[in-house]
């Protein structure tokens, strides 16, 4: 039987902002969105992360169990990992039996009810202890201004998710002149409260820190002259979305 390998950018060993407790995070190549604020561009081309196998990834990983506790584990970020369906679902089983936690943080753009990708996500969620779903902004144009893609799938995953009464944490990128606008905030947080699974709502304040990127890749960085929102914007919008 041929190894499952995937594409993958990095690895943290230590991470504590992706899910609960210590994680190690698997940061995964390959993604189709093309959000202005991107602080990886570098992972957007699948091909050019290294190939690694499930196998190889886990061990690394189990290394650091002892100081997962009880609730840490392993989340795997991108790019964007349900690009990669088949290395996820081998990844996550092998997880399982080894009784580890584990996570998915995506922005749900690839998400089809069509197969095969509707078979394999469900696969994928019999070993998926939770999701960390990134909701960029809630309206269908402005979606589109700032990722190059429709929100449309994001918010029928979003839906889906809480039929199935799988735990999600709702991650949402604050960016001035984007995305910060009262009423944005008060439709997305209408939303919300639509679903029945959401355990955790996040803002992420937009920052500057991979604009450097960009200019080594030769891009023009699309949101220069934009800083990172005010203290007062960013308790704004958690309390506009319940952020807790």
Known sequence: MSEVKGYIHSTESFGSVDGPGVRFIIFVSGCPMRCQFCHNPDT????DGELKTTDELLKTALRYKSYWKDKGGITVSGGEPLMQMDFLIDLFKKAKEQGV??????????FTKEEPFFGKLQELLKYTDMLMLDIKHIDEKEHIRLTGHTNKNILDLATYLSDMKKPVWIRHVLVPKRSDKDEYLDRLHEFILTLHNVERVEVLPYHTLGAYKWKELGMEYPLEGIDSPTAERVENARKRLGAF
Do not use: E, F, R
């Open 44 to 47: 957007w081309k699948m091909q």
């Open 101 to 110: 936690h584990t996570n998915i943080d995506t922005s749900g753009a690839v």
